[in-house]
């Protein structure tokens, strides 16, 4: 089983920054893609940004030039760089992690969510 950890959320003002961050932690696993999502009151939720282990990024076009995505895999993280942020970004921010657990005996793929981070961005 593989945890997943977000912290950084918080309240800001419009135009400001926030940076999340997403620990992954476990038994001996390897991560594939990394994600962040959203979900804001009565919506659905919603992906904002993807990296893949070979590093390729995919962002929301609400998102794109805004915010960054990275990983260190060394430190089994992921975070999420929000510059010039929005009201309507405001929202409770999910991690993902897509991956393999690794067994005596055999491999299992899983699919990961942290707790959530809320995000508030005031106007």
């Known amino acids: 089983q593989v945890q997943l950890v977000e912290s950084g959320g918080g309240l800001v003002q419009a135009g400001g920054s926030l940076r999340l961050s997403c620990a992954a932690s476990?038994?001996?696993?390897?991560?594939?893609?990394l994600g962040w999502y959203r979900q804001a009151p009565g919506k659905q939720r919603e992906l904002v940004a993807a990296?893949?282990?070979?590093?390729?990024?995919n962002y929301a076009d609400s998102v794109k030039g805004r915010f960054t995505v990275s990983r260190d895999n060394a430190k089994k993280m992921v975070y999420l760089q929000m510059n010039s942020l929005k009201p309507e970004d405001t929202a409770v921010y999910y991690c993902?992690?897509?991956?393999?657990?690794?067994?005596?005996?055999?491999?299992?793929?899983?699919?990961?969510w942290g707790q959530g981070t809320q995000v508030t961005v005031s106007s």
């Open positions: 993902n992690a897509e991956g393999i657990s690794y067994y005596s005996d055999y491999d299992r793929r899983f699919v990961s």
């Open positions: 990296i893949s282990s070979g590093d390729s990024t």
């Open positions: 476990g038994s001996t696993f390897s991560l594939n893609t």
